[in-house]
């Protein structure tokens, strides 16, 4: 009798048991799933998070380096090229390239007599809002905007092609604050528009209005107030490239590609500290500079070529030594990547890998005018004509791994610069947005 009940009591206590395990199962897989909300959340919301490694939230991406982290990509195209996977339609008029942050897609164009911000579904490609930035910027080699969204801590911010720069709230839209840099500070506008995409540093705006009050300047990335104005030597205007960011020593600085040259600008007050140029044209300076330790690479076309300038710190500012100047590589626009002590990038119309040390070449391929990203051991390359070619970071030899020919061609040059990011390939052209599956 006493072992029978001892028994019941034992077959209580393990049920018991089991639902109490089944329970914490559960309690512990809703809780997973809503950690899980809470990363996509933050990540949605312009956050750095550990799962925001398929972001890819600012023009050249998260370091302006057109390096993206993303692994497991194809080592190969098939025959014609990736799968399309997402055709976008209604990004208007435009030369911006994409930035994505979680679930969305943001991009910039002229729609009827407007320049707008657009914001689309990342899975359906679905617009989910659209906002007034300015009137259309027009031009003959192509009306809309040419700068890319930046989107950091929730809030995109955006340069049009007149001037117009817009801070918005990035899952709705809304304004938060606006203004015309070129009208602010007494600037003009550029041949072929205002292209900057602008740095968002430290709570910090930076922009170049290139204007009487200042060639540079830095506003409160909340409130759009003016912190400091920087009036670098000579008064250049605006150029065509974007400023990034740069530690030597202990003293910080903005690397600006003026109409004029390099600048270094010191990050806590605007105070011009160096000054290059033997890599700017009298034309258009157009591609952004690359950071390569303490040093700068930049290059610009119209039979310029580029410099390699060494910085130290001294005090509390930097100067700087130009190493070389060479004729080797001349990129108009299609932006240039450093890796493993070589720039690839193309120099005029051949796509060309380049020694650091040396700046001389060690490989070039003739009719590849275009733009470039790195990911995964391989280059992504969109020639203007439109066709994209993938290849091996091989800096001995031009080594294909695939190409094919964007179909669903504008009569405009592919000028937006390719993107990567969760495992997919982001190529703009005017009013559409093609998406490829590379993983």
């Given at each position: 009798m006493r072992?029978?009940?001892?028994?019941?009591?034992?077959?209580?206590c393990l049920l018991t048991l089991g639902s109490i395990i089944v329970w914490v199962s559960i309690v512990s897989a809703q809780q997973s799933s809503v950690i899980n909300s809470l990363v996509r959340t933050s990540a949605s919301s312009g956050v750095v998070t550990d799962d925001s490694v398929g972001d890819w939230n600012q023009y050249r991406g998260p370091n302006r380096d057109n390096l993206s982290a993303e692994t497991g990509l194809l080592d190969r195209w098939p025959e014609g090229g990736p799968e399309?996977?997402?055709?976008?339609?209604?990004?208007?008029?435009?030369?911006?390239?994409?930035?994505?942050?979680?679930?969305?897609?943001?991009?910039?164009?002229?729609?009827?007599?407007?320049?707008?911000?657009l914001a689309f579904d990342r899975t359906t490609g679905k617009q989910v809002w659209t906002t007034r930035s300015g009137k259309a910027y027009l031009d003959g080699t192509g009306n809309g905007p040419r700068?890319?969204?930046t989107i950091i801590d929730g809030r995109i911010y955006t340069l049009g092609g007149n001037g117009d720069l817009v801070c918005c709230d990035a899952m709705t839209g809304?304004?938060?604050w606006q203004k015309n840099i070129l009208q602010e500070f007494g600037g003009s506008n550029i041949v072929w528009g205002i292209s900057e995409s602008v740095l968002i540093d430290d709570g910090k705006v930076i922009c170049s209005p290139g204007g009487s009050a200042g060639s540079v300047v830095a506003l409160d990335a909340k409130s759009g107030k003016t912190i400091w104005v920087s009036k670098v030597p000579e008064a250049p205007q605006a150029s065509y490239a974007s400023p990034i960011p740069m530690t030597v020593g202990k003293v910080k600085q903005y690397v600006v590609f003026t109409a004029k040259g390099l600048a270094g600008i010191r990050a806590s007050d605007g105070e011009p500290m160096w000054g290059e140029n033997a890599s700017s044209n009298g034309t258009a300076n157009c591609a952004t500079p690359l950071i390569i330790g303490n040093h700068v690479f930049s290059s610009s076309d119209y039979g310029t070529g580029a410099e390699y300038v060494q910085l130290r710190a001294q005090g509390d500012a930097i100067v700087s030594k130009k190493l070389y100047h060479t004729n080797e590589m001349k990129n108009h626009h299609g932006g240039m990547v450093f890796l493993d002590g070589h720039v690839y990038g193309s120099s005029g119309d051949l796509l060309s890998c380049v020694d650091v040390k040396?700046?001389?070449h060690t490989w070039r391929e003739r009719s590849m005018k275009g733009s470039i990203v790195y990911a995964d051991g391989k280059l992504i390359f969109r020639n203007e004509n439109g066709e994209v070619v993938l290849l091996a970071a091989d800096p001995k030899k031009y080594s294909e791994l695939g190409k094919f020919n964007q179909p669903d061609r504008s009569d405009r040059p592919a000028w937006a610069h390719p993107v990567i990011a969760g495992g997919h390939l982001y190529l703009r052209d005017q009013d559409k947005l093609l998406v490829y599956a590379i993983r």
């Open positions: 072992s029978r009940s001892l028994q019941n009591l034992i077959s209580v399309r996977v997402l055709t976008v339609t209604g990004l208007g008029e435009g030369y911006s390239s994409v930035s994505l942050v979680g679930n969305l897609i943001y991009t910039m164009g002229n729609i009827g007599d407007s320049e707008q911000i700068g890319t969204p809304s304004v938060v040396t700046g001389k």
